[in-house]
């Protein structure tokens, strides 16, 4: 059985590779939660349905004709859906249950898309829209949650406004001019997981997503303050501490410094006796 730290190993080895393969790293992502999980077998199922679209073509130069293939197998024959009626539940973050399940979230069967049509050379991005990741099939973008369906710019412009999103044309733009790179995506997939486990007040479990945050993101201080606070509902007070500090020196702006500040001075109070 791999350990952990092997495991994150080689998340973060495939997460800083030019042409990372998507969906080996979520993978890896998913072989923390089951450590016997073997990638390849995964990828080889990958490989296979990337075969079988190759086959349904019936021209290489039809760009409409290849994307209707791509998504009359991953959602029809395939039967990859969203799982609306389980949407929290953890195992719709983890590839190999969403691949075993044919069910999942935005991101994951979005993983599913974007890996199966990069196998084929297809013009496949994803679009990090907040609330509901899609995917973007050369002009055209689609929600795998809802199983390939096309959404129109008209729909997305006003999604943004309906989350108060300031410009809601220019940030359009910039989502569909600058698709996310694999690592962003990883740590979206993270950061669901997280929220997940959160929920289920799992914090030993939020904690070792979080470590994983902090090595894939480590510009971004809230996924410091995040596991400081996860440290210290562990009752891990040095461990939280040098987190919160490391946040503040990140972020001495935050309009709860007084308040960290104030929770430091406690942990450290308490850290002769905790961890």
């Known amino acids: ?136 099939h050369g002009g055209r973008v689609l929600d795998p949650f809802a199983r390939g369906r096309a959404v129109a710019d008209d729909t997305l412009l006003e999604q943004l406004r309906q989350m108060n999103v300031p410009d809601p044309g220019a940030h359009l733009q910039r989502l569909l001019a600058a698709p996310p790179d694999t690592r962003t995506i990883l740590v979206r997939m993270l950061g669901n997981l997280k929220a997940n486990h959160l929920q289920r007040k799992d914090f030993v479990r939020s904690l070792a997503v979080v470590d994983r945050l902090v090595h894939l993101e480590p510009g971004n201080p809230l996924w410091l303050r995040d596991r400081g606070a996860l440290y210290q509902r562990l009752d891990c007070a040095r461990a939280a501490a040098a987190d919160l500090e490391r946040y503040l020196e990140l972020a001495p702006d935050d309009s709860e410094a007084d308040v960290i500040r104030e929770t430091i001075v406690k942990l450290r109070r308490n850290a002769p006796t905790l961890q």
């Open 1 to 136: 059985m791999r350990s952990v730290e092997e495991i994150r190993g080689e998340l973060y080895r495939i997460a800083d590779l030019p042409a990372a393969d998507l969906a080996a790293a979520a993978l890896w992502i998913a072989a923390e939660e089951y450590p016997e999980l073997d990638p390849a077998a995964y990828l080889r199922y990958l490989d296979d349905v990337a075969s079988a679209v190759s086959a349904r073509i019936p021209d290489a130069g039809d760009p409409d004709a290849a994307r209707d293939a791509l998504s009359e197998e991953i959602f029809v024959r395939q039967d990859f859906a969203g799982n609306a009626t389980e949407y929290y539940d953890p195992r719709n973050s983890y590839l190999n249950d969403v691949i075993d399940r044919r069910r999942g979230i935005p991101i994951t069967l979005a993983v599913v898309y974007l890996s199966i049509g990069r196998r084929l050379g297809m013009p496949v991005h994803g679009v990090n829209a907040p609330g509901h990741f899609l995917v973007r």
